[in-house]
């Protein structure tokens, strides 16, 4: 069973910080160009961070950069998304994903015909 589950979530106050988990099972993501996805009220989907399989490369959205790290853990079969600075803006429902293309911008981001994604988790940045 291929299955993707996040953690972490929940409510942060502006300018705090959250780390959202994502712990594979059924597959390893050592084979993945793997990532985040994120979808607010009313806006498209869009990814924000990707981390490939080899080389070690991130990629991120302007909008989160400098604020935002992706990482994995092999021995955990895990990938994080350690999130900093956070602003209202950030709320939304994040989910993690393999086979992660990244684009110019976030809305352009997608994910390959053999890639799996999460359920989601809520994200609620506010005061």
């Known amino acids: 069973q291929v299955q993707l589950v996040e953690s972490g979530g929940g409510l942060v106050q502006p300018g705090g910080s959250a780390r959202l988990s994502c712990a594979a099972s059924?597959?390893?993501?050592?084979?993945?160009?793997i990532g985040w996805f994120r979808q607010a009220p009313g806006k498209e989907r869009e990814g924000v961070a990707c981390l490939t399989s080899s080389g070690g490369a991130t990629y991120y959205e302007d909008s989160v950069k400098d604020r935002f790290t992706i990482s994995r853990d092999k021995a955990k079969n895990t990938v994080y998304l350690q999130m900093d600075s956070l602003r209202p803006e950030d709320t939304a429902v994040y989910y993690c994903?393999?086979?992660?293309?990244?684009?110019?911008?976030?809305?352009?981001?997608?994910?390959?015909?053999?890639?799996?994604w999460g359920q989601g988790i809520h994200v609620n940045v506010s005061s």
């Open positions: 059924g597959f390893s993501l050592d084979y993945y160009d």
């Open positions: 994903a393999t086979d992660v293309v990244p684009g110019p911008k976030g809305s352009s981001w997608y994910v390959g015909s053999y890639g799996s």
